[in-house]
């Protein structure tokens, strides 16, 4: 007898998919009849599952973690990895899937999150989304595999959105009061240290804590916001570039140049050019 009820699908992607899209593998969904485990080793692309039901074990890089209902896991499928049940037996849906540059978002989820596991917000959100693509993998279309690639974008936001749990709400709170302080405070002088004595953190902590949830230092966003903010005034004003760094917050118009270009890869001036 079966220790596991299945349905799932195999894909084959195209070869334009597989060099350019997030790809799928296979999606499925599956029901433990009793308890049983499952190891692979070297398999390539990455795994993502999501409890409905019950309760089992992922094993990765040496270590192994309880996922019951309402949890998830991303695991890198290049390392040994193994999920298994005992006597609660779990029924999971889950999508074995590949991209150019998901080994770069695997890593970004695994600084964010802190392990492979998670607790998901809506789990009903996660399965809707997961038989959409077993529904489009499914279809005769012949553009399924654009489909399938924004499909599992979408899961990749779901993902990002839910894994960080360190201090959760506190920490976001407060990164989207410090996020909104930057975006609308773009044009003062604004330092790390002014940052941890406004909203009254040590300032690495700050820093941290902004990184993990936003990708990138308070810093590096305020440069972002005032970059974008010399962008739309290159383009839609006469504005002097003397005139715009002082409206942005830059102490000199050599600075913003060097700024702009670090960031667009052109000059101030080239930008204009290009959108006059």
């Not at 973690?65 to 990895?81: H, I």
């Not at 695997?106 to 997961?130: C, M, W």
Request: hydrophobic content about 35%.
């Amino acid at each position: 007898m079966s220790t596991v009820k299945t349905t799932r699908i195999q894909y084959t992607p195209s070869s334009f998919a597989r060099a350019s899209l997030l790809h799928l593998a296979e999606v499925g969904r599956l029901t433990a009849l009793k308890p049983h485990i499952s190891q692979r080793n070297n398999l390539g692309g990455f795994l993502f599952l999501v409890v409905e039901k019950g309760a089992g074990m992922v094993q990765m890089g040496g270590k192994s973690y309880q996922l019951t209902a309402g949890e998830a896991a991303f695991v890198d499928c290049s390392r040994t990895y193994s999920h298994s049940t005992s006597d609660d037996l779990w029924t999971v849906h889950w999508t074995h899937f590949d991209g150019p540059a998901l080994l770069a978002i695997y890593n970004k989820f695994l600084n964010r999150a802190g392990k492979p596991v998670f607790s998901v917000h809506d789990t009903r959100q996660y399965i809707e989304l997961l038989q959409e693509i077993y529904q489009t993998a499914e279809g005769a279309s012949y553009v399924r595999d654009m489909g399938i690639n924004t499909l599992l974008s979408s899961l990749l936001e779901l993902i990002m959105g839910d894994c960080w749990t360190e201090n959760k709400h506190f920490q976001r709170g407060n990164v989207e009061e410090i996020r909104l302080y930057l975006e609308n405070n773009y044009m003062k002088s604004i330092t790390l240290e002014g940052l941890s004595k406004q909203f009254f953190m040590e300032k690495t902590y700050l820093g941290h804590v902004f990184n993990r949830a936003m990708g990138t230092s308070p810093i590096k966003y305020l440069t972002a916001v005032r970059v974008r903010k010399i962008k739309e005034l290159l383009r839609f004003t006469d504005n002097t570039l003397s005139d715009i760094a002082s409206k942005v917050g830059f102490s000199s118009e050599q600075y913003l140049s060097r700024v702009f270009k670090s960031v667009e890869g052109i000059s101030p001036r080239e930008y204009r050019k290009r959108w006059k």
